[in-house]
């Protein structure tokens, strides 16, 4: 018997939909498992804040490394 719920997702698949997410737009159905995961895992969230915090520091980078020509 499986004894976790069709939306549940492990941190495991919630940091892999994360990184995923960075390159292109999830299926609606793992964005709601995801935003779920988010609600209520602790740790999940703060990766997240450190993949935007990434993020933004690399289109920074490439703002100024794009400038240059
Ligand atoms: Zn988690």
Do not use: V
């Amino acid at each position: 018997m499986k004894s976790s719920l069709p939306f549940m997702r492990s941190c495991k698949e919630a940091s892999a939909l994360l990184i995923a997410r960075e390159d292109q737009t999830l299926p609606l159905r793992e964005s709601l498992a995801l935003r779920l995961h988010l609600a209520i895992c602790a740790a999940c969230p703060r990766f997240e804040r450190q993949l935007l915090t990434l993020r933004n520091a690399m289109k920074q980078w490439r703002n100024y490394s794009g400038d240059d020509k």
